[in-house]
């Protein structure tokens, strides 16, 4: 199994850009399809963006066009890039390795990002 860890998170003002990071341990990691999720206070978690089991990515609406996801399987890391954050972009922000049968998948800790001036 993969195990997950993120990093990044901070305080930053609006319209400023932050970078979280999600280091997987193991030789697998790179055949996992990984997803950022949010969760705000009082909210739900939601999905930000992600990686199809083929490669491509995708993005919540909210996010599109401000938020970038990639990732190093060398490095066995993914990046979600997001610029000209917006108060409500204020989360945890934790990666999810999908399942991929007959491995399990994993979510990390999280990340705290406060957007607030």
């Known amino acids: 199994q993969v195990q997950l860890w993120e990093s990044g998170g901070g305080l930053v003002q609006p319209g400023e850009s932050l970078t979280l990071s999600c280091v997987g341990s193991?030789?697998?990691?790179?055949?996992?399809?990984i997803i950022w999720y949010r969760q705000a206070p009082g909210k739900e978690r939601e999905l930000v963006a992600g990686?199809?089991?083929?490669?491509?990515?995708y993005y919540a609406d909210s996010v599109k066009d401000r938020f970038t996801i990639s990732r190093d399987n060398a490095k066995t890391t993914a990046y979600l890039q997001m610029s000209s954050l917006k108060p409500e972009d204020t989360a945890f922000y934790y990666c999810?390795?999908?399942?991929?049968?007959?491995?399990?998948?994993?979510w990390g800790q999280g990340t705290q990002v406060i957007v607030s001036s």
């Open positions: 999810h390795a999908e399942p991929v049968p007959p491995f399990p998948g994993s």
């Open positions: 193991g030789t697998l990691f790179s055949i996992y399809p």
């Open positions: 990686f199809t089991k083929g490669g491509s990515t």
